[in-house]
């Protein structure tokens, strides 16, 4: 590199804080001889109440405050009536963790051997399990170190210790109308099925976890983004990454805006894109996409690759109402930061026959004195995708996350409501007469179009995008290879949820940090 770039030049660069981010930073400096520069675009708000108190994460997940998040808009879902969703995620010290609903939910293994099968041995349930151990800091009811680790940085929290009798009555009905027995850990390997009366959350004691609290935290760096104990990390933040520089078709670094000016910074080894839902619209930016859509947008081609921004997914999110016996309320205040009110993992009702896999996520909350289940079908085969407008880095991509698109969706949604809304709302009827389905209503369940169409009026975002760079060979739809690099350049690479090659079977946070985690101790060896 130019000796007149040796002040802004560092081994390697990230884009993001978020969980995938942060754990590659602060890994790679735990190498005193390694520098590493990373860009954030938001701001470090780790003391603000609504981002360290828990009891606010379903508030910011509704309310999508301004100060912390990147505000756009995907297109109309012509599927769900031509609604419009928020395009959005975090923009702060932490981004999608430090805003999102905490809950700590591992990919099961069936997700992770379909990761090995594509991907090789790097990614099986095996080496997962290591490494989530050794990122775990586990409080719960479950110790067995087998499956949980205790020394890791991220606080991981079973709540509440003591389940309310909401959540009570609410397990032992859905145990009651599924057949499957309640569990104590959903994340264990073992058990990855049935109710439930303790989530587990990114949590310390009484306060939410976040990449930014667990990986940038006062030990590792100062509050001005210096790394502390000789630790060679800067970390930029009001820093918006426009796009990546190169050297034909080698990467060596970034131009980013810096509270309004234009600032370049080059790496000697690599630079690293873990920026999440706007991983896709950086590398565009660059000129590593669709040709086709490049050349419309005046952006000059680095890499012709088809696949960026294609095979996005979510998954779906629905509700079901209950009213409570008012009784029950008083007790939800024993542990307020316990957020949720029991839940379940399902096998897919529109495949029984495979009991032991992951289709189906419920998850109990209590608001206005109402009990909703969340529902979120875990295996769409609706896929999105994400085009660039033009080469105005500040200008929003267009976001189209094809919501039931793929029919199948729509069916095994409505399977859910029959079988399991259904049967739960029977059985939590007769363990309590006050808890009775209000919306949708069992009438409205049991007529095939009517169903449909709360469904899609009701129908809502789980902000769980993943897989517009899937981590595969070109030809099998990928953008990266197994290590995150990027196909057809050098020195560069994405690491962040949207390299997950299949669609993970629960909350996506874990396995952004697995993907952050295990790319960067590759990255610590020499090996990518």
């Known amino acids: 590199m130019d000796s007149k770039h040796s002040n802004n030049t560092f081994d390697f660069i ?210 001005g983004g210096y790394g502390v104990n000789g630790r060679k990390l800067r970390v930029v933040y009001k820093s918006t990454g426009l796009r990546i520089l190169f050297r034909e078709k080698t990467a060596i670094g970034i131009e980013y805006l810096q509270e309004g000016k234009k600032v370049q910074a080059f790496a000697r080894k690599k630079v690293i894109i873990s920026a999440g839902i706007n991983s896709a619209q950086l590398l565009m930016l660059s000129g590593i996409g669709p040709s086709s859509d490049l050349h419309q947008a005046g952006i000059p081609v680095i890499f012709n690759n088809p696949n960026v921004g294609k095979h996005l997914t979510n998954h779906t999110l629905n509700t079901a109402t209950f009213s409570v016996n008012p009784k029950d309320i008083p007790q939800l205040q024993n542990d307020p930061f316990a957020l949720y009110t029991g839940g379940a993992f399902l096998p897919n009702p529109l495949n029984r026959s495979n009991n032991h896999r992951r289709g189906v996520q419920l998850i109990g909350i209590v608001a206005e004195e109402s009990l909703n289940i969340a529902i979120l079908f875990l295996q769409p085969k609706s896929r999105g995708s994400i085009k660039i407008q033009n080469n105005d880095p500040l200008k929003i991509v267009l976001a189209d996350e094809g919501f039931l698109d793929n029919e199948y969706d729509l069916e095994a949604i409505k399977a859910i409501y029959r079988v399991y809304i259904k049967g739960i709302a029977e059985k939590l009827s007769k363990i309590d007469p006050n808890y009775q389905l209000v919306n949708p209503t069992l009438k409205t369940i049991d007529n095939d179009d009517e169903l449909e169409n709360f469904i899609k009026e009701n129908f809502d975002h789980s902000h769980h995008q993943q897989s517009s760079l899937r981590m595969a060979p070109i030809d099998k739809g990928g953008v990266v290879d197994r290590y995150g690099n990027v196909h057809g350049v050098n020195n560069l690479m994405v690491a962040d949820a949207q390299i997950i090659p299949f669609t993970v079977d629960g909350n996506t946070s874990a396995s952004a940090y697995l993907i952050g985690y295990t790319i960067a101790k590759r990255l610590m060896d020499g090996n990518v």
């Open 14 to 223: 990230v884009v993001g804080t978020g969980p995938a981010g942060a754990v590659i930073a602060k890994t790679l400096t735990d190498d005193k001889k390694t520098s590493v520069l990373v860009l954030e675009a938001g701001e470090n708000n780790d003391r603000d109440k609504p981002i360290r108190d828990s009891r606010f994460a379903p508030e910011l997940e509704e309310q999508f405050f301004a100060e912390y998040f990147w505000q756009g808009e995907g297109v109309p879902q012509p599927e769900v009536d031509d609604r419009t969703f928020e395009w959005t995620t975090g923009r702060l010290s932490g981004g999608g963790s430090s805003i999102n609903g905490e809950q700590y939910v591992r990919p099961t293994p069936p997700v992770l051997k379909e990761w090995e099968r594509l991907l090789g041995n790097l990614w099986s349930p095996e080496r997962a399990n290591r490494s989530f151990k050794q990122l775990e800091n586990f409080h719960g009811e479950t110790s067995n170190p087998e499956f949980h680790g205790f020394n890791g940085r991220i606080d991981i929290r079973q709540a509440p210790k003591n389940p309310p009798m909401i959540t009570k009555k609410l397990v032992s009905a859905i145990e009651r109308a599924t057949g499957f027995k309640q569990i104590l850990d959903y994340n264990n390997p073992k058990t990855p099925i049935g109710p439930f009366t303790q989530w587990q959350l990114f949590q310390k004691i009484n306060g939410g976890e976040s990449s930014s609290t667990a990986f940038l935290s006062s030990d590792i760096m100062t509050p």
